[in-house]
């Protein structure tokens, strides 16, 4: 079996498209590895960033690995990191070889809600604007933001920006996401909203991830958590129109945002490499839905899973 997965998400796992078929693997990885140049090893894959970034091919098999020079996994660079030449090309067959679907998660099978539809069409057009969005698109209007009560005051925490806790330990990288960077908290579970509490999002909106995310323990700005429940966090929603993903920040002590978008390295720039000083005016890819503001705190981050 040959699997593909779109790294592309932040929140969610990965998509996955298999292709069981051993003569279709076959025949593919023919065609996909003529341009073996466009290809790079896993210690080469690009560093990440909101929207999509590549391809993994992984065999399930040692003859077909071995038959085609896969090693463990290729990576395959796409969007606006892919090199000129054949990319795109390349990029689009693997985009349509198989249907998409959630990757399965170790623990949690079945939780996470399926791929849409509409994701190979999301994929393509990402690939056909480079990754990028334009700034009309990124200048959508929040949904489902709370009113602000600029009356109100609430004390809260702000730790120091370490990236390398994040990034040194490569199965650390790969299994903790956005939402266990907001909540600062690692669980190696690619941490979903709503999951701990027993009430997982059943689909990706501002309202209902706003939903599951309060059953976790997560306050509303501006609704106060006490002394008791350090350390409580400023963190900010997004997500992708219509239902693909989500992604989180946390605000840092040194005043800037950091994030982690989903198994790729945590960072305090946006997609245009901007220090992120406010994530509504960031670039952030495809998540042009701001959501709202919203506090972690102590026993919100013990209990996401």
């Known amino acids: 079996m040959l699997r593909i997965t779109a790294d592309v998400f932040s929140g969610r796992p990965d998509p996955v498209a298999d292709l069981t078929d051993e003569a279709r693997a076959r025949a593919a990885l023919r065609e996909l590895t003529r341009d073996r140049e466009l290809f790079t090893v896993?210690?080469?894959?690009?560093?990440?960033?909101?929207?999509?970034?590549?391809?993994?091919?992984?065999?399930?098999d040692d003859e077909l690995a071995r038959d085609f020079g896969l090693g463990s996994?290729?990576?395959?660079?796409?969007?606006?990191?892919?090199?000129?030449?054949?990319?795109?090309?390349?990029?689009?067959?693997?985009?349509?070889l198989a249907p998409w679907r959630a990757a399965p998660e170790e623990g949690f099978a079945g939780q996470t809600p399926p791929?849409?539809?509409?994701?190979?069409?999301?994929l393509l057009g990402q690939l056909a604007g480079g990754g990028q969005v334009s700034a009309a698109d990124r200048a959508e209007p929040a949904g489902g933001t709370a009113a602000e009560q600029p009356e109100i005051t609430c004390q809260i925490e702000f730790g120091a920006f370490n990236p390398g806790f994040w990034n040194d330990d490569a199965n650390v990288r790969a299994h903790n996401n956005c939402y266990n960077y907001a909540s600062n908290w690692r669980t190696n579970t690619f941490a979903q909203p709503g999951r701990g509490c027993g009430h997982m999002y059943s689909r990706i909106t501002c309202e209902e991830m706003t939903r599951a995310s309060?059953?976790?323990?997560?306050?509303?700005?501006?609704?106060?958590?006490?002394?008791?429940?350090?350390?409580?966090y400023l963190t900010a929603l997004v997500v992708i129109p219509g239902g693909g993903d989500f992604h989180w920040y946390r605000k840092q002590k040194e005043g800037f945002w950091g994030h982690k978008p989903g198994s790729?390295?945590?960072?305090?720039?946006?997609?245009s490499g901007h220090v992120i000083y406010d994530?509504?005016?960031?670039?952030?890819?495809?998540?042009?839905?701001?959501c709202g503001y919203f506090y972690g705190c102590d026993s919100q981050r013990r209990r996401i899973r």
């Not at 896993?42 to 399930?60: H, K, Q, S, Y």
């Not at 791929?115 to 999301?122: K, L, P, T």
């Not at 960031?282 to 839905?289: E, F, K, M, N, V």
């Open 42 to 60: 896993p210690a080469e894959a690009p560093t990440g960033g909101l929207g999509l970034r590549g391809f993994w091919l992984e065999a399930f």
């Open 73 to 96: 996994r290729l990576y395959l660079p796409a969007g606006a990191q892919a090199p000129a030449g054949r990319t795109a090309e390349v990029a689009e067959r693997l985009i349509t």
């Open 115 to 122: 791929v849409e539809e509409s994701f190979r069409d999301f």
């Open 214 to 232: 309060l059953c976790d323990g997560m306050h509303h700005r501006f609704d106060c958590f006490p002394d008791t429940a350090k350390p409580r």
């Open 264 to 271: 790729t390295p945590a960072r305090n720039v946006d997609n």
């Open 279 to 290: 994530p509504e005016k960031a670039d952030r890819g495809p998540y042009t839905i701001f």
